[in-house]
T-cell receptor, first 112, second 110 residues
């Protein structure tokens, strides 16, 4: 099973809403990532969890809150987002540093 | 110099053509290089890892030139379905950070 599963595929939320994005992988990968991608731009790293511990936070605003409940799951909690946060949010995993990334299909988020 | 640089294109080529993309990188210590393909509003999908000796997968060939710090992707006998954005990705050694190029858009025309 070489899949990273993300839900939901699409999400529309207001600026006062709280929502969560979910990501799951069963490849035994020990690193999981959140990326944000705007149209016609490359993915930008937000967070990395390594062995279930937050190892990289790329100065992401606190309205984005990651959580790694176990080695297979990664969540991104969203609260009080702004319209400029509208983007494709991608989850990825890798076995270890330097190895290829496997991406989920992404959540297309619109903030109204 | 940007950490990873690609020509954004678009490259418009007829079906059956051969097309090549280059990607330059600035960190001479980098060891891991990848080409990803991304369709509009979809996730990046791994096309190929790039090895020192070069590697081939069907119509696709990837090369690494360490001396000049670039990697290349060659697509032979282009198909309509090859139309996509091709992302060059370079890992920062020993870290979980991957630097993405801006991508090269390819459009294969009938």
């Amino acid at each position: 099973d070489t899949e990273v599963t993300q839900t939901p595929k699409h999400l529309v939320m207001g600026m006062t809403n709280k929502k969560s994005l979910k990501c799951e992988q069963h490849m035994g990968h020990r690193a999981m990532y959140w990326y944000k991608q705007k149209a016609k731009k490359p993915p930008e790293l937000m967070f990395v969890y390594s062995y279930e511990k937050l190892s990289i936070n790329e100065s992401v605003p606190s309205r984005f809150s990651p959580e790694c409940p176990n080695s297979s799951l990664l969540n991104l909690h969203l609260h009080a987002l702004q319209p400029e946060d509208s983007a494709l949010y991608l989850c990825a995993s890798s076995h270890k540093p330097d190895e290829k990334l496997f991406f989920g299909s992404g959540t297309q988020l619109s903030v109204l | 110099r940007k950490e990873v640089e690609q020509d954004p294109g678009p490259f418009n080529v007829p079906e059956g053509a051969t097309v090549a993309f280059n990607c330059t990188y600035s960190n001479s210590a980098s060891q891991s290089f990848f080409w990803y393909r991304q369709d509009c509003r979809k996730e990046p999908k791994l096309l190929m890892s790039v090895y020192s000796s070069g590697n081939e997968d069907g119509r696709f060939t990837a090369q690494l030139n360490r001396a000049s710090q670039y990697i290349s992707l060659l697509i032979r006998d282009s198909k309509l379905s090859d139309s996509a954005t091709y992302l060059c990705v370079v890992n920062i050694p020993g870290t979980y950070k991957y630097i993405f190029g801006t991508g090269t858009r390819l459009k294969v025309l009938a």
